[in-house]
Nanobody
Framework: QVALVESGGGLVQPGESLSLSCAASGLTSDYYHIAWFRQTPGGEREGVSCISFEDGTTLYADYTDARFTMTRDRAKKTVLLRMYNLEPEDSAVYYC????????????????????WGQGTKITVSS
């Protein structure tokens, strides 16, 4: 059973930076895709970024516009999402998700493609 715990959310002002962490336990190997999704009240859950945990290959949603960087620490079984120049539109609950995969190419097309989810951490970007 994979368990994911997010941390690092909070209130920031526009233009500021914030880092989210996702601690994973129960991984049976490093062949997983770990992804960040986000969701606003009344909105659909949308992909933010993902990483091949074994290979480190990443994918970002277009709207991140090079403002977000995702990395992983294989020894600590954690992934980090560093977000820069945050905008009010980035306000949402951010979820960490995982699925086993041998491919180094993760995807963000559908939340339904990921099996395990964290509880989410809320980010509010407001002045």
């Amino acid at each position: 059973q994979v368990a994911l715990v997010e941390s690092g959310g909070g209130l920031v002002q526009p233009g500021e930076s914030l880092s989210l962490s996702c601690a994973a336990s129960g991984l049976t190997s490093d062949y997983y895709h770990i992804a960040w999704f986000r969701q606003t009240p009344g909105g659909e859950r949308e992909g933010v970024s993902c990483i091949s945990f074994e290979d480190g290959t990443t994918l970002y949603a277009d709207y991140t516009d090079a403002r977000f960087t995702m990395t992983r620490d294989r020894a600590k079984k954690t992934v980090l999402l560093r977000m820069y120049n945050l905008e009010p539109e980035d306000s949402a609950v951010y979820y960490c998700a995982a699925r086993p995969s041998l491919s180094k190419f993760c995807e963000l097309r559908s939340p339904g493609n990921y099996e395990d989810w964290g509880q989410g951490t809320k980010i509010t970007v407001s002045s």
